[in-house]
């Protein structure tokens, strides 16, 4: 069964400075990870999805690496802003599309 | 991406009663998920809505309590049934394949007093 895992749970910043949110998977064998974005109380936003065979995916601000080999994916938020204060949620997706998601991480931008 | 959309946005429920929760996409897509996510916790998935055929179930959900339909390739219904407070908990349908890939519902609060 697979098993996602994201650390640190919460995180508070100050403007300005760069996020780092890690995520690691028991099982290597997924087709790609996803990086979602969740507001209190909302549904899911998409932020990147990086498939098995890529290393890394840029959107603006974010990044997202992939080690597929060692289980592990971090996401980069650069130069954050309040507006970036959310849960972030890593999810796996095998060949079934089933996602597993991690608990999450809640990171609080302070202006 | 696929605009999906669902209702009720919330609702405030009885012990016992029921609730249906409406899921639309805007165009076809190949699979429908129901998930769950309790409070202070992460997304748990329900079942995998088949088009018509019976869903397909996780370890921990049946059928009897989280009864699915799915008429066609754009819609799916999710229902929980006899609901008590436990099952308090923003319900998300996820659509995969077509323009869509982890494409989600804006979700469905529920409230069970």
């Known amino acids: 069964k697979q098993e996602v895992t994201q650390i640190p749970a919460a995180l508070s910043v100050p403007e300005g400075e760069n996020l780092v949110l890690n995520c690691s998977f028991t099982?290597?064998?997924?087709?790609?990870l996803q990086w979602f974005r969740q507001d209190p109380g909302k549904g899911l936003t998409s932020l990147l999805l990086?498939?098995?065979?890529?290393r890394e995916q840029t959107s603006g601000r974010l990044n997202a690496s992939l080690d597929k080999s060692s289980g592990r994916s971090t996401l980069y938020i650069a130069a954050s802003q309040p507006g970036d204060s959310a849960t972030y949620l890593c999810?796996?997706?095998?060949?079934?599309?089933?996602?597993?998601f991690g608990a999450g991480t809640t990171v609080t931008v302070r202006a | 991406s696929a605009v999906i959309s669902q209702k009720p946005s919330r609702d405030i429920c009885q012990r016992g009663t029921s609730l249906t929760i409406q899921c639309q996409v805007d165009s076809q897509v190949t699979m429908m998920f129901w998930y769950r996510q309790q409070p202070g916790q992460s997304l748990t998935l329900i079942a995998t809505a088949n088009q018509g055929s019976e869903a397909t179930y996780e370890s921990g959900f049946v059928i009897d309590k989280f009864p699915i339909s799915r008429p066609n390739l754009t819609f799916s219904t999710l229902t929980v049934s006899n609901m008590s407070p436990e099952d308090s908990s923003i319900y998300l349908c996820?659509?995969?394949?077509?323009?869509?890939?982890?494409?989600f519902g804006p979700g469905t609060r529920l409230t069970v007093l």
């Open positions: 099982d290597s064998a997924i087709y790609n």
């Open positions: 999810a796996v997706r095998p060949n079934d599309y089933k996602l597993s």
């Open positions: 996820s659509v995969e394949g077509g323009r869509a890939l982890g494409s």
């Open positions: 990086i498939q098995s065979s890529q």
